[in-house]
């Protein structure tokens, strides 16, 4: 393990966790590591070449030999901007599938412990807190209510020019809960040491208030 402080934010789809895990790298100046779109990667790429997103050994080697880079805010994979690619609803649907497999959380999980640098790390995803970063500074988990996780994603989408309907929406977040939260991989679950923010009618400025003073009390106790 390592003295670089590190805060996880984990939580469901949509409950707004990689909002959360910006503004606070911001506010501290630490790194980011956005590990869900590792995983939306590894699914984009699946697609794209035609591997079965059943198919762990096949799907874990092709992660392995990717050249990821996230510059600027932009994701780069083997030289190609896949930033908007990524965020397609069908991505993140298959990203779900292949974050069941075991072999694939295993050949990404080097690359989210070289994320931790100094002066610190904030990560955000389904078990940073529970498996890939268990000596975390601060934990926090991030719920909302499925209806308002939909809506809040639909916002998203349709500022991006995007358009989706809420039920459709909420029917694929409640689909991909279950699936997350039942798999035997590394399940989304709070740590026991997480804090957990119940954020479904809480608005994000405070939700970060809230945030900092728990990395802020974390930080003082280590
Ligand atoms: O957070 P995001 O929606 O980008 O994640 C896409 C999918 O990747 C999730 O539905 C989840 O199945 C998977 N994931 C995971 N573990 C993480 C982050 C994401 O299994 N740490």
């Not at 997103?53 to 990717?66: D, P, T, W, Y």
């Not at 780069?76 to 901007?81: A, F, K, L, N, P």
């Amino acid at each position: 393990m390592t003295d670089v402080p590190v805060v996880t934010v984990d939580g469901p789809s949509g409950s707004g966790k990689g909002t959360l895990a910006a503004l606070l790298a911001k506010h501290f100046g630490w790194h980011l590591l956005d590990s869900g779109a590792l995983y939306r990667i590894v699914a984009a790429i699946a697609l794209e070449r035609g591997i079965d997103l059943s198919a762990a050994q096949a799907l874990a080697q092709m992660a392995r030999g990717l050249d990821i880079r996230f510059e600027n805010g932009q994701v780069v994979v083997d030289g190609v901007d896949l930033t908007d690619r990524i965020r397609h609803e069908e991505v993140g649907e298959a990203a779900s599938r292949v974050a069941a497999c075991v072999p694939v959380r295993e050949a990404i999980l080097d690359s989210q412990h070289s994320m931790r640098k100094p002066p610190g790390l904030v990560a955000d995803g389904r078990d940073m807190g529970t498996v890939v970063f268990p000596d975390a500074t601060a934990k926090i988990y991030l719920e909302a209510s499925a209806q308002v996780r939909a809506e809040r994603r639909y916002k998203q989408l349709k500022n991006k020019g995007l358009s989706v309907s809420v039920h459709a929406l909420l029917a694929t977040i409640i689909q991909r809960d279950e699936r997350d939260t039942r798999r035997a991989a590394s399940p989304l679950r709070p740590a026991k040491d997480a804090i957990i923010i119940e954020s479904t009618s809480m608005s994000i400025e405070k939700v970060l208030e809230v945030s900092i003073a728990i990395v802020e009390q974390g930080l003082a106790s280590t």
